[in-house]
């Protein structure tokens, strides 16, 4: 069965401040509690995907500032129905 994925903007942040939206790749995933979209450690620039290192930081291709991802409050979750409502 082939990978289902997304792009979805995420913030990202440098250590003086700056605040960018990039890219970052999900997974459609579907365990026991539903159908969930898995942040994957990579994200696209112009075209470009960047693998993010273990502290979802990334070197930025045109500036070569050091940005970190924002960890997303939300992550798409859709539940699974397993008992017909009544």
Avoid: D
Avoid at 9 to 17: D, R
Avoid at 38 to 59: A, D, H, M, R, S
Wanted: glycine letters at 4%.
């Amino acid at each position: 069965m082939a990978k289902i994925l997304i792009l979805k903007e995420v913030s990202a942040k440098s250590a003086c401040g700056t605040k960018i939206i990039v890219e970052q790749v999900f997974e459609k995933i579907l365990n026991p509690e539903g159908l969930i979209w898995l942040p994957l450690p990579k994200i696209v620039i112009t075209e470009k995907v960047i693998n993010l290192n273990e502290n979802n930081t990334f070197i930025h291709p045109g500036t070569g500032k050091i940005f970190e991802v924002m960890k997303e409050k939300q992550f798409f979750k859709f539940k699974r129905k397993t008992q017909p409502l009544y």
